[in-house]
């Protein structure tokens, strides 16, 4: 049988920029992560993954890539990266990184290779290069950054960037491309990666030239289909390793033609993410994620944050408790208190539910989003093509904090983004000797979910419409109070964990506990 270490796997992802600082210039970097290789694994994870790695201006953090096949000078070296597969691996952690398919970098070589040789050219066949009409772009196309998609050049052809202006877009029509993506695949898994996340999965196939069709011009058109069938075939060759999808779609039909047996091992639930603190809102969410991956055979996953949203701390603690994309609600009123105390519990209800669970480095310390770092600080381009009106993913990009009880609390060289003068009582070291704290909540919570939980089902249990309550396989169960008041739990032999204080035979409000 083959390896299905994903299925129920706990996967930390490490945003390299802000996780440690090895070298003292304030940016992380791989000696930084190796160093905090066995902290990740007291924590209990089974695997690492790392946001692009490669060489890039930075134009996006990283998502702009230059050379998919070697390393950010900033970052390290292909040699230390080697060594941190290997260390990890010793460790038993795995590896999973990010492939960028949609785009590149402007300084990428087929780019620059595409503007010097012309209109035309076999070159810019790569790239979606196109004339103008009546004087501006081909189409009316806008970026999701903000702005206009396309970008004129020297010679007045226009070029398409679904993201800023430094990120041209693939043409995956072009059989070099193809190809191409194909042998970074291989390049990595070589090297001994063990996934492979697809940044902006859907968004790959694209018609600039077509009449409304009824169909979105460049989301989830069916041609995508065929590109992770190809690239199923290529990890299928390596035992063990998997590819995961950065899908975000509202038709569960849709979604669930990647997890079909042939294309992508798993993808990433954003319902779950998005969803607001509320009973109702978050069963059906469980509901449908269950129904939708249960008859093709995958894996679903419980994601509370990653480096593009808001953190869950600040986002519970807030009167409107969802997510999207177009409304981070910077600026809205948010009670840490209560965000911790929902924070806690929606870390027990995620690593409950069967499949696999994602933890953003930082969400087992409890760090808020960091929402007043100085406009002249910002470096999330979303700032500038918003007209400085959004501002952006950089408040949850804010880097770790590890010791001391004051800036930069054991990272390394004064962050590449200023952290708050009252994160003291967060770091590592601080949480480590509190047996309450947050961080051991995580660890222990990893600990009973490897022996507990994982991949499997579970069976719902009626305790109430503000309470989420369900068994797993293995006895144990799972209470959530939504409500306000307190609630009766069900017979129990033992409390095995719980996210807060409880009073007897009472769970309090926002409150979760795991029961045998």
Partial sequence: MRETWWRG?????????????????????????????????????????????????MSDGGYDVADYRSIEPVFGTLAEAEKLIQEAHDLNIKIIIDVVPNHSSDQNAWFQEALAAGPGSAARERFWFRPGKDGGPPNDWQSIFGGPAWTQVADGEWYLHLFAPEQPDFNWNSDAVREEFLDVLRFWFDRGVDGIRIDSAAVLIKDPDAEPDGLDPYTDRDGVHEIYREWRQVSDTYPGRFLIGEVWLPDQERFARYLRPDELHTAFNFDFLACPWDASALRRVIDTTLATHVPIGAPPTWVLSNHDVTRPVTRYGRPDTSFAHDDRKHGMVSDRDLGIRRARAAALLAMALPGGVYVYQG???????????????????????????????????????????????????????????????????????DATSMLNLYRTALRIRHEKLGDGTITWVPLGDEVLAFTRESGLTCVVNLGTEPVRLPEHQQICLASGPVDGGLLPADTAVWLL
């Fill in 363 to 433: 969400e087992e310390l409890g760090l808020p989003e960091v929402e007043d770092i100085p406009d002249n600080l910002l470096q999330d381009p979303i700032w500038a093509r918003s007209g400085n009106t959004d501002r952006g993913r950089d408040g949850c990009r804010v880097p770790v904090p590890w010791s001391g009880d004051a800036p930069p609390y054991g990272y390394g060289g004064e962050p590449w983004l200023p952290q708050p003068a009252d994160w003291g009582p967060l770091t590592v070291e601080a949480q480590e000797p």
């Fill in 9 to 57: 796997a706990a996967i930390y992802q490490v945003y390299l920029r802000s996780f440690a600082d090895g070298n003292g210039d304030g940016l992380g970097d791989l000696a930084g992560l190796r160093s905090r290789l066995a902290y990740l694994s007291d924590l209990g994870i089974d695997a690492i993954w790392l946001n692009p790695w490669y060489p890039s201006p």
